[in-house]
């Protein structure tokens, strides 16, 4: 957007493999050959990114000091992917956790707004014996205590991912989102999951 415009990429298929405590893989498939467009892995501290078609091997860490305003993707981090996939709990050591009433604007399928009530989990870091700020906001609905919103936060209090999660599923006993979609609006991109 920073440039007047927006690029899309196509949608691929492929698999994401999250173990705790931060290790993620990602394999991407290229459209109609199903051939390997990307291997990434992660062990929460430093990333391997292989990609064939360009015969290109990367290694680098998973956190981005400053983010390339020209290439967005080349600030995607497998941390961030991780973090919007899985909430963290929270630690009672270093973290506040205060809940908070509040609502959401829904519509319905003739498109008028619909009131829905929620929670907000609001958690709030401790840093030092005086000293605290805005971690994290984990919004649940209601009606089911499903997350459906996760906003994460830098050291300064900016917005740094915007994960929303949608239309929940059992796998094997565990209700999961089938759609999660992840923004990070510093590096304007974007990504939605659909499983």
């Known amino acids: 957007m920073k440039k007047g415009h ?4 196509k949608e691929i ?3 994401v493999l999250a173990r705790k405590p931060a290790m993620l893989h990602m394999i991407g498939l ?3 050959v199903r051939t390997t467009a990307f291997d990434m892995v992660s062990n929460g501290e430093e990333f391997k990114l292989w990609i064939p078609p360009k015969n290109r091997f990367v290694v680098g860490r998973n956190e981005v000091k400053t983010a390339n305003a020209d290439q967005p993707m080349e600030s995607i981090r497998p941390q961030n992917i991780y973090d919007a996939l899985l909430i963290h709990p929270i630690d009672p050591e270093s973290e506040i956790a205060v809940l908070e009433s509040s609502y959401e604007i829904l519509h319905d ?10 929670y907000e989990l609001v958690v709030i870091r401790k840093r030092g014996d005086k000293d605290a700020m805005l971690s994290r906001k984990i919004v649940f609905s209601r009606t089911d205590l499903h ?49």
């Open 6 to 9: 927006v690029t899309d990429y």
């Open 13 to 15: 298929r492929g698999y």
């Open 30 to 32: 290229m459209p109609i």
């Open 109 to 118: 399928a003739k498109g008028h707004p619909i009131l829905q009530d929620d």
């Open 147 to 195: 997350p459906t919103k996760q906003y994460i936060y830098d050291d300064q209090g900016k917005l740094v991912t915007e994960a929303r999660y949608a239309e929940y599923k059992d796998y094997n006993g565990v209700s999961f989102p089938s759609r999660i979609e992840i923004y990070r609006p510093q590096e304007e991109y974007d990504i939605k999951m659909i499983s």
